[in-house]
């Protein structure tokens, strides 16, 4: 297991019928499986919401 995936943390989420049908196809639209919509979702609000900083990339990323 890498060092990335030690850190992700899993858990259940509960959501109603239509709330999930609107996340399947906009991830669907996107070309996303629905946990990587809510990854992107949840990281998008955290971001602009400035609670978590974005992070910068080194030159190593560039």
């Known amino acids: ?4 995936e030690s850190k992700i943390k ?13 996340i399947e196809k906009w991830a ?5 499986s629905i946990n990587g919509q809510l990854q992107w979702i949840i990281s998008e609000a ?3 919401g400035g609670r978590l900083p974005r992070k910068r ?4 990323e560039n």
Not at 1 to 4: C, E, F, L, V
């Open 1 to 4: 297991m890498s060092k990335k």
């Open 10 to 22: 899993s858990f259940v989420l509960r959501v109603d019928a239509d709330t999930m049908n609107a």
């Open 28 to 32: 669907a639209d996107e070309f996303r």
């Open 46 to 48: 955290l971001h602009k």
């Open 57 to 60: 990339k080194t030159t190593e």
